[in-house]
């Protein structure tokens, strides 16, 4: 067992029981006061543990990981690899535990390395130098393959056989908190000639990313049984779409406009230490993978997923539950398939999941199966409705893990859409 993840542990810094944010899970971030530059922190309950103070007054120093600490990006920390991050984990789980009196004792030293939530900007928490997005949802490409083809012929045939993702654009994933802009570009109406405009269908995609570390040089490729070694956490993303301008440009390179103007991620990364006591199965995958594709044990998350709507007087409505084990592609394969050509990953590349649907319409993860391309409306408590996003409106994702009254969560991903520029 992973010393960090030991569910009797309890701390002595005050955690509300259903606080994302336990002492089983100690994700990173990046994060700056009024008084502080940016720095690598821990979220601890309603906390943040600043970890280059905590370094600084030599609580850290059996670590020696020098400034890695000072940056304005986990970038750097990563670079040390798996073992020295969980290594890291636990020695901050190790002073935060109510046995141990290290730092309790000293109370200026807490006060220094302690900061409440309330007074940190959370930032971005990784330069993300590559982004790749899967498409790994059964459900999910079943519903769109059902409204733009047949049922007959929902799935493509080579979705079965490999994990469809493309590239996306990096330059544009934006922290939580951040608004977007409408986006432009063209639509092809029916009958008609192409038009230049605002995006009329704007919707949210439901996705969790995956955070890499350094991979293996080029040429060579990460197998299943590896993948875990190189990644590093997760995080919750919102993967934007605009469906007017993807159904026009998609064909035959795939989404470009539609999807470039924005991606939305939680800022806390829960790291895949942290998330291992809530691995499940996965569904059986038929027909039979390449062996490439192959694995052992359970490479699936049971992480619960919900997205709110909230209106521009602030009035919400759930739209979905979901759940992260419904991917029928697990983030080991995705790996294992992004690599197997000999493609190099770099640490801080994200990898997102694609859109997360369940099997019924209430955990669908995106507007356009939730409202089944705008035929039925989603009924707001002001009295509106909604088929996809309107001006002002407000996207909130949220996602937990929950096992033997431990929990481990993300925290929330949440953004306003403000009319074209």
């Known amino acids: 067992m992973i010393k960090a993840n030991n569910p009797n542990l309890k701390s002595w ?17 990046i994060f700056k006061t009024k008084q502080l530059t940016k720095r690598v922190g821990v979220a601890l309950g309603d906390n943040v543990i600043d970890l280059h103070t905590l370094s600084e007054l030599g609580y850290l120093s059996r670590l020696q990981l020098g400034e890695v600490l000072n940056q304005e990006y986990l970038n750097p920390l990563m670079k040390f690899g798996k073992l020295a991050t969980r290594e890291l984990r636990n020695r901050i789980s190790e002073l935060f535990t109510d046995s141990n009196d290290e730092l309790k004792k000293n109370e200026h030293h807490v006060k220094q390395v302690l900061i409440p939530m309330n007074m940190v900007e959370v930032c971005l928490p990784v330069n993300i130098g590559d982004y790749t997005d899967f498409y790994s949802s059964e459900q999910h490409a079943y ?35 951040q608004d977007i802009y409408r986006p432009k570009g063209q639509q092809k109406p029916d009958d008609s000639n192409p038009v230049f405009g605002n995006s009329k269908l704007l919707d949210f995609e439901l996705e969790m990313g995956f955070i890499t570390y350094d991979g293996k040089p080029l040429g060579e490729s990460i197998s299943t049984k590896e993948a875990e070694d190189y990644i590093f956490g997760m995080v919750l993303c919102n993967d934007w779409s605009a469906r007017d301008i993807q159904k026009w440009e998609y ?79 697990n983030m080991n394969q995705q790996l294992a398939h992004h690599t197997v050509n000999g493609c190099n990953v770099r640490a801080g590349d994200m990898m997102a999941s694609g859109t997360i649907s369940g099997n019924d ?61």
């Open 143 to 177: 519903n769109v393959g059902c409204m733009f083809r047949d049922p007959d012929n929902a799935l493509l045939p080579n979705w079965k056989h490999l994990p469809v993702a493309y590239h996306g654009r990096a330059s544009s994933i934006i922290p939580s908190e």
């Open 251 to 329: 064909i035959p390179l795939g989404p470009f406009l539609a999807k470039n103007f924005a991606t939305s991620i939680s800022c806390w990364v829960v790291t895949l230490d942290a998330l291992a006591p809530f691995k499940t199965e996965g569904p059986v995958q038929e027909p039979k993978v390449l062996p490439y594709l192959e694995y052992e044990g359970n490479n699936h998350y049971d992480v619960n997923l919900e997205v709110i709507l909230e209106t521009p007087e602030g009035k919400q409505k759930s739209v979905s539950k979901s759940n992260y084990k419904n991917m029928y592609w």
């Open 13 to 29: 810094a005050p955690i509300d029981k259903n606080s994302d944010f336990s002492l089983q899970n100690l994700p990173f971030g």
């Open 361 to 421: 319409e209430t955990s669908y993860g995106s507007m356009l199966e939730i409202s089944w391309k705008g035929t039925k409306p989603v009924e707001m408590p002001d009295g509106t409705t909604r088929k996809f996003i309107q001006d002002n409106d407000t996207v909130i994702m949220k996602g937990h893990c929950i096992k033997n009254n431990i929990r481990v969560g993300f925290g929330e991903v949440k953004s306003k859409v403000l009319p074209a520029k």
